[in-house]
């Protein structure tokens, strides 16, 4: 994909268990995000959402939902993405799309969802349907049970992953602390998370509490430019790449533990960004289980295959080391809202790399690394960001 689209904005609500409905989310995202662009809402072009939903809200129609946030939205074409977790960075692709066709020069990206409302149970079922459905033994596993299988699978291959996984959980955990629009800011010591107790029960063996990811509600938004008008604004980020990469939906059909649809994706990103991982300065990484982010430090490159946890080890992915992972807490404590999810990372990356993150800035952050999943390993977006 060309390098001709830049960041010039964006929005992002609280995530956790909120009493706004979805259409209050995506109007409090798109409002904060064409404020910080500076621009008018009459100069919006178009508008894309990023909602997985599979019947959570009955807000059915929710792309033209955008256009509560201003009159002078009204006849913007409107159109909503779906592609399971990864619903938001396929709204943003949408997005990028129409400008690089000469379609739009300016356009909004919305991702939200409302899920804490509904049982865990109802939620959990909703999910899954973004499975294979046409296997009697695929179709009955949860995504907790999907990718507990991964980590049976990659201690019958190379060594038991729980300690790494206790580790990332913990990291991210404490990474939130920093995050005031994190769903728990809440420490957690290692020890509390590689026990199983009343606390930290096994969900999906061997996966625990403190492996899963929150379900949680909440919005995120940016303003995407052609790159030749992005010197008109005050902050902006450009996309040196942006790929996306599907595989097979049947788990039966790949080797899941290989990540391969990621491990793709990545090293397509940086070719065409002319970077190395080495080059990186700081990820946002789809962790919605902690054993997904153990597999992403192999299919990024960071560690061979098998040994993933040597980046926990070394400290390469803590924010101190060589390439901080997950600065905002992740899914894992920032929270899971699915359609809202790859827009905040995108809107979280284009903050670090424009000065405006707050706790979490990290001096002279130059290049951002993103990598959004759709379910297990299926559709994967990774996108390298640059100041």
Known sequence: MSNTVAIVGSGHTKFGRLEDNL???????????????GLAPEQIDAVFLGHFNSGMVTDGFASSLIHQAYPELRFKPAMRAEN??????????????TILAGKAQT?????????????????????????????????????????????????????????AMAH???????????????????????????????????????????????????????VLTAEDNAANFQNAARFRSAVHVSDFLPMGRRDFVAFEGPERAFAMALEQAGVTVDDIDF??????FTIAELLTYEAMGLAPKG??????????????????????????????PVG????????????????????????????????NMGGAAVANYVSVLEA
């Open 283 to 288: 990820a946002e990484v789809h962790d919605c």
């Open 23 to 37: 259409e209050a989310l995506i109007v409090a995202a798109t409002r904060e995000a064409v404020e910080e662009s």
């Open 340 to 371: 809202a999810t790859g827009v905040s990372m995108h809107a979280i990356a284009y903050r670090q790399l424009t000065g405006q993150a707050g706790e979490l800035q990290l001096p002279n952050a130059k290049l951002g690394l993103i990598f």
């Open 107 to 163: 356009v909004l990206v919305v991702g939200a969802e409302k899920m804490t409302h509904r049982p865990t149970a109802d939620v959990t079922t909703a999910l899954a349907g973004a499975g294979y459905q046409n296997d009697d033994d695929e179709k009955i596993l949860s995504f907790p049970q999907v990718f507990g299988v991964a980590a049976q699978q990659y201690a019958e291959r190379y060594a038991s992953p729980l300690d």
């Open 168 to 222: 990332i959980a913990a990291k991210n955990h404490h990474n939130a602390m920093r995050n005031p629009l994190a769903h728990m800011q809440k420490a957690f010591s290692f020890d509390a998370c590689s026990q199983v107790s009343d606390k930290n029960p096994e969900i999906a063996p061997p996966l625990r509490l403190t492996d899963c990811s929150l379900v949680t509600d909440g919005a995120a938004a940016i």
């Open 307 to 336: 040994q993933g946890a040597r980046a926990i080890e070394d400290g390469s992915v803590y924010r101190d080391g060589r390439l901080p992972v997950n600065l905002s807490g992740g899914l894992k404590a920032k929270g899971h």
């Open 84 to 97: 399971a977790c990864a619903s938001g960075s396929a709204a943003i692709h949408a997005g990028m799309n």
